[in-house]
């Protein structure tokens, strides 16, 4: 078999980097999980490649150079490692002083924070805080409250120096970018879907980055991260279901043009401007051809380009495994059909989507894209907070 694809993928080009899209704290529930789901003489070669790719390897051959969470993933590590969890959060009730089942989430929650973090400190030290960080996100509940969002991302980034605040890039959020970039704080956006929310935080990160070197800070570590969420902006009602509501002509596979456009244009448009951050994708969407073979085309679209690929642990093995004996090439370069792309901009929602002055900031709650995926982060952080909340 071929060397590892992931590896393979990352070496198209130096500015590529692969993240964990999970808490670093499952990585062992995901070898053991994935690789019972393979036929048996695939597991030894699975178990093989990914001892050498993570926590079990030298910190030098990682293939991971960072992990994004949030509080759902923080909540999928409790609930894939409840026994260990129980115990903590017992540990956690004793030492709280308070009352609230919130205030106890919190807790929790940061620990989740810390504990990850701990886990990627030798590559960040080893990098010199270039590589290494994970992301941290304030809670999901607070997206439209700014001052309550900065008071919680100085918690999430106090317990780490490799910890990158995840704020969402909704209205309120905006400003926070700059708050934290004045500090010398990384950060990454969330919630994030279309070209003017991307460049809204880039210019919010850059102005708080100037002030913050102005006045002779330059801490190390910093880094900032925009992601751009593919399938949950292609997979939206406005967008997905408009399409299917008005019976266009236009495929599956041809809608994740539409995140290739959107990625493409503002990874580019960061080099143009000199704005100091990088684009990061996520919600890569599984396909299957008429043959029964999986691929990823939100991955493949990608390959070689100046981004940040954050992979959920499903899609780690999927890519690991199918694509073990493909070829993988450079399509960095490749321009969006241009055939494929008159078809998507006749859908109102993406037109609106890749214009950079298509939303205003204060239209960004509005977003159909990003009201659907808060509604899903906050269900999963108040599943998160019941439970621990049993314990006060």
């Known amino acids: ?58 910190v030098e051959n990682w293939a991971f150079k960072g992990c994004t969470t949030n509080p759902p993933l923080s909540w999928a590590v409790i609930q894939k490692r409840t026994d260990e969890w129980v115990e903590i959060i017992k540990e956690k009730r004793k030492s709280y002083k308070g009352k609230s089942q919130y205030g106890l989430f919190k807790e929790v929650y940061l620990e989740t924070v810390k504990r990850g973090a701990e886990k990627l400190l030798p590559l960040f030290e080893a990098s010199d805080g270039k590589l290494g960080h ?22 999430v980034a106090a317990q780490s120096p490799n910890v990158m605040v995840k704020i969402p890039a909704s209205t309120a959020g905006i400003p926070i970018f700059k708050y934290l970039a004045s500090k010398g704080i990384a950060t990454n956006a969330t919630t994030c879907f279309n070209v003017p929310q991307i460049m809204a935080v880039a210019h919010s990160v850059a102005e708080g980055r100037k002030e913050h070197l102005a006045a002779g800070g330059n801490r190390k570590g910093w880094k900032a991260v925009i992601t751009q969420m593919s399938g949950r902006l292609e997979d939206s ?122 939303y205003a900031v204060e239209q960004f709650d509005e977003i159909t894209s990003l009201k659907e995926n808060a509604a899903v982060f906050s269900a999963a952080t108040n599943d998160m907070i019941d439970f621990v909340g049993k314990f006060v």
């Open 1 to 58: 078999m071929s060397e590892n694809a992931w590896r393979r993928l990352q070496a198209l080009s130096n500015e590529t980097e692969i993240w964990w899209d999970s808490s670093p704290l499952v990585w062992p529930n995901f070898v053991e999980s994935y690789m019972a789901g393979l036929p048996e003489e695939d597991r030894a070669w699975f178990k093989n490649e990914t001892d050498g790719m993570f926590l079990d390897a030298p």
């Open 134 to 155: 994970i992301s941290g996100q304030v809670d999901p509940n607070l997206i439209k409250d700014e001052a309550a969002m900065k008071e919680m991302a100085d918690e």
């Open 237 to 358: 009602a406005a967008f997905r279901g408009y399409i299917n509501k008005m019976n266009m002509d236009i495929s599956p596979l041809e809608l994740r043009v539409a995140s290739e456009a959107v990625v493409k244009k503002t990874a580019n448009l960061l080099i143009e401007r000199d704005l100091p951050l990088k684009m990061l994708q996520c919600s890569a969407r599984k396909h299957i051809d008429f043959e029964g073979n999986v691929f990823y085309p939100h991955i493949e679209m990608f390959a070689g380009g100046p981004l940040v690929y954050t992979v959920p642990p499903a899609v780690i093995g999927d890519y690991l495994y199918h694509y073990r004996n493909r070829e993988i090439v450079n399509n960095w370069n490749n321009t969006p059909d241009a055939a494929v792309m008159d078809k998507l901009l006749q859908v109102p929602y993406f037109k609106k989507s890749y214009e950079e002055d298509g």
